[in-house]
């Protein structure tokens, strides 16, 4: 069975939010918005950007940096995310941090970035405090300091936010800043993962299999393997493949096991050629076990099986 995934400090991927506002007009263009109108967002928002309006020139420069109702244009989104975050928005200024952390069509500045994550982390945006603690994690723009990133994770982490919560866990589990707490990493694990994030499922699962922090129990981890396999993570479904071939926490059943084997090879990234070969390899070892009409049955399921992917709410 493999190992807890290492070095995943996730961030935010690169991931863009809106803002909301108290402001009817703004609002308006808000719920344009939320329904996909944006040529009515950008007539309410604009005139209000114009005007010096920080809300709206923030999530102007977001339609400009997605392209939504605009043609994309990054250095523009750029304009309006700097006059926005000149003025304190701290969405605005979590989102020119995340240019200056990602690059693309401008050049990688990370003491740039973690200048504008500091503005934003300052004001208590979760996003921006995880972020600022990936940059002192990997040592970006800032000397690499496990205590100060501990930090940031958690702040980040008492409000909730699971990207940072997730983190914390894997700070814990690796013993970066801290001495290693199974318990601890557990804990933090567990509150991710109560929230839907995969990743933290899959290690939640792994933990629980191997016996590290808690009593070894089979049947929960493929609990917590079922959990993450459902929103499509392709190594809790190679690893749900390979628990079924084995019967190990639920009665062996290669029907099964070929069914997530075959699952994890569609899921995996075209990154990740390894990964998708290996469930291959394994489904294919498995329907050697099978009759035709059972391998018929294993591919019939996942037509019929809906994983729930999650989705993304503006903040």
């Given at each position: 069975?493999?190992?807890?995934?290492?070095?995943?400090?996730?961030?935010?991927?690169?991931?863009?939010?809106?803002?909301?506002?108290?402001?009817?007009?703004?609002?308006?263009?808000?719920?344009?918005?939320?329904?996909?109108?944006?040529?009515?967002?950008?007539?309410?928002?604009?005139?209000?950007?114009?005007?010096?309006?920080?809300?709206?020139?923030?999530?102007?420069?977001?339609?400009?940096?997605?392209?939504?109702?605009?043609?994309?244009?990054?250095?523009r989104a750029m304009q309006w995310y700097r006059m926005a975050a000149d003025q304190g928005d701290a969405s605005a200024q979590f989102n020119l941090g995340l240019q200056y952390d990602c690059g693309g069509d401008m050049p990688q500045?990370?003491?740039?970035?973690?200048?504008?994550?500091?503005?934003?982390?300052?004001?208590?945006?979760?996003?921006?405090?995880?972020?600022?603690?990936?940059?002192?994690?990997?040592?970006?723009?800032?000397?690499?300091?496990?205590?100060?990133?501990?930090?940031?994770?958690?702040?980040?982490?008492?409000?909730g936010f699971a990207l940072a919560q997730f983190d914390l866990a894997l700070m814990y589990y690796n013993s970066?800043?801290?001495?290693?707490?199974?318990?601890?990493?557990?804990?933090?694990?567990?509150?991710?993962?109560?929230?839907?994030?995969?990743?933290?499922?899959?290690?939640?699962?792994?933990?629980?299999?191997?016996?590290?922090?808690?009593?070894?129990?089979?049947?929960?981890?493929?609990?917590?393997?079922?959990?993450?396999?459902?929103?499509?993570f392709a190594h809790a479904q190679f690893d749900l493949g390979v628990i079924f071939a084995r019967g190990r926490g639920v009665p062996q059943d290669y029907v099964q096991a070929y069914m997530w084997f075959n699952l994890a090879a569609a899921s995996s990234p075209v990154s990740d050629a390894e990964e998708r070969s290996k469930a291959i390899r394994n489904r294919d070892l498995v329907a050697a076990q099978l009759s035709p009409e059972q391998i018929a049955d294993a591919q019939r399921i996942p037509r019929e099986w809906n994983p729930h992917k999650p989705k993304r709410s503006l903040q």
């Open positions: 069975m493999r190992l807890l995934i290492p070095g995943i400090v996730a961030g935010l991927l690169c991931l863009n939010f809106a803002v909301s506002a108290a402001a009817a007009p703004f609002d308006d263009g808000l719920a344009a918005y939320d329904r996909g109108d944006y040529a009515t967002a950008l007539r309410v928002w604009r005139p209000l950007a114009e005007l010096g309006d920080a809300a709206a020139q923030s999530n102007l420069g977001l339609m400009y940096d997605h392209g939504q109702g605009v043609p994309q244009d990054h250095a500045d990370y003491a740039e970035a973690v200048k504008w994550y500091r503005e934003a982390a300052s004001q208590g945006y979760p996003s921006a405090q995880a972020n600022l603690g990936v940059m002192y994690h990997d040592g970006r723009g800032v000397p690499q300091d496990y205590a100060v990133a501990m930090q940031w994770y958690r702040k980040a982490a008492g409000q970066q800043g801290v001495i290693q707490d199974y318990g601890a990493a557990m804990q933090w694990y567990r509150k991710a993962a109560d929230q839907g994030y995969a990743l933290a499922q899959f290690n939640l699962a792994l933990m629980y299999y191997n016996g590290q922090g808690v009593p070894q129990d089979y049947p929960e981890a493929v609990n917590w393997w079922r959990k993450a396999a459902g929103l499509g």
